[in-house]
T-cell receptor, first 114, second 109 residues
Framework: DGGITQSPKYLFRKEGQNVTLSCEQN?????MYWYRQDPGQGLRLIYY???????QKGDIAEGYSVSREKKESFPLTVTSAQKNPTAFYLC?????????????FGPGTRLLVL | KQEVTQIPAALSVPEGENLVLNCSFT??????LQWFRQDPGKGLTSLLL?????REQTSGRLNASLDKSSGRSTLYIAASQPGDSATYLC????????FGAGTTVTVRA
C-alpha cells in the first residue's frame, strides 16, 4: 500500500528543545517537501529536496533543518531557534524532481509548545 | 513573489446546490494550477491539475477552469453533497507551489 507516513501525529516541545518530525514515502518519488500550515493561512514551504543528499531552503527555513540520506526519508528538525513552532506540519512528495507533477501529502504532524 | 488569493474564505450551501470556488494569482508565468481538498486535521488530497496550456480539467462532478491572462481559476462542484464539506485549496506552480488560504465549504443536508 503506497503512500506517505508522518510520525508522530502530535508532538510536544519544551522551551529550548530540538524535536524531529519523521516523513517516509514508499512511492519511489525523487522530490520531497516540508510545509508549515497556520490557522487561516495557506501552506508555506520550509525545505525541499529534489534528490538524495541535496536539499534547498524554502520561504521560511529559519529555525528548521533537514537531511536526505535516503530516497524514502526526509526528516525535519525544529530547532530551539524557531521561536513560534506551533503549527501543523505537512510532508509531501512528487515523482518529478522539478515539481511539475502533483504532490502527494502525508497526514501531518501537529506540533505544540509546552 | 506569487500571491494566491481565495474568495470567499467560507461558504455554506444546501445539499444539491452547485459550488463555485474562486482562486486568483498575481504572476501568470505558471507551469500549472492545482486544486486540493483538506479535511479537518488531515493532509491534502489532490483533486485536479490544470496545465498552463489547458483551459479546463474535469473529474466526475468537479470541473476546474484556468484563465492565465487574468490570473484566475475557478473550481465548480456540481450537485453538492454533505461529503463535499471540506477546505479547498488552490496552488499555483512555477516549479514551486504557492498556496491560497483556502475556502471552507459546508454543505447542509
Amino acid at each position: 500500500d503506497g503512500g506517505i507516513t508522518q510520525s508522530p501525529k502530535y508532538l510536544f516541545r519544551k522551551e529550548g528543545q530540538n524535536v524531529t518530525l519523521s516523513c517516509e514515502q514508499n512511492l519511489n518519488h525523487d522530490a520531497m517537501y516540508w510545509y508549515r500550515q497556520d490557522p487561516g493561512q495557506g501552506l508555506r514551504l520550509i525545505y525541499y529536496s529534489q534528490i538524495v543528499n541535496d536539499f534547498q531552503k524554502g520561504d521560511i527555513a529559519e529555525g528548521y533543518s533537514v537531511s536526505r540520506e535516503k530516497k524514502e526519508s526526509f526528516p525535519l528538525t525544529v530547532t530551539s531557534a524557531q521561536k513560534n513552532p506551533t503549527a501543523f506540519y505537512l510532508c509531501a512528495s512528487s515523482i518529478d524532481q522539478l515539481g511539475r507533477e502533483t504532490q502527494y501529502f502525508g497526514p501531518g504532524t501537529r506540533l505544540l509548545v509546552l | 513573489k506569487q500571491e494566491v488569493t481565495q474568495i470567499p474564505a467560507a461558504l455554506s450551501v444546501p445539499e444539491g446546490e452547485n459550488l463555485v470556488l474562486n482562486c486568483s494569482f498575481t504572476d501568470s508565468a505558471i507551469y500549472n494550477l492545482q486544486w486540493f481538498r483538506q479535511d479537518p486535521g488531515k493532509g491534502l488530497t489532490s483533486l485536479l491539475l490544470i496545465q498552463s496550456s489547458q483551459r479546463e480539467q474535469t473529474s466526475g462532478r468537479l470541473n476546474a477552469s484556468l484563465d492565465k491572462s487574468s490570473g484566475r481559476s475557478t473550481l465548480y462542484i456540481a450537485a453538492s453533497q454533505p461529503g463535499d464539506s471540506a477546505t479547498y485549496l488552490c496552488a499555483s506552480n512555477d516549479y514551486k507551489l504557492s498556496f491560497g488560504a483556502g475556502t471552507t465549504v459546508t454543505v447542509r443536508a
